[in-house]
Nanobody
């Protein structure tokens, strides 16, 4: 069993930056595919970024070039550096781990989810 706890969310002005962190406990996630999803009020949960256990990264088109996903396996921490934030990035951001299939951009693929951290970008 793995527990995921996100942190780093907050309120920021458009154009600003935030760095989200996800700390895992329960077992090391060195061989897991890890990622971030988000959900805005009234919208479906959507893919943001993924980092496979082999080191490949994938990003949603809406965040490509602005967000960077990274991991520190020694510390069991997954991070999401978010730059040039826009009001449309406002959402609850979730950390996920352990993809159960190849569809890494599909939220149903992941076995473990954190509780989420709120990101609010003001215009």
């Amino acid at each position: 069993q793995v527990q995921l706890v996100e942190s780093g969310g907050g309120l920021v002005q458009a154009g600003g930056s935030l760095r989200l962190s996800c700390t895992a406990s329960g077992r090391t996630f060195g061989t897991y595919t890890l990622g971030w999803f988000r959900q805005a009020p009234g919208k479906e949960r959507e893919f943001v970024a993924v980092l496979t256990w082999t080191g490949r990264t994938y990003y949603a088109d809406s965040v490509k070039g602005r967000f960077t996903i990274s991991r520190d396996n020694a510390k069991n921490i997954l991070s999401l550096q978010m730059n040039s934030l826009k009001p449309e990035d406002t959402a609850l951001y979730y950390c996920v781990a352990d993809a159960q299939g190849m569809l890494v951009t599909n939220p149903t693929t992941y076995r473990y989810w954190g509780q989420g951290t709120q990101v609010t970008v003001s215009s």
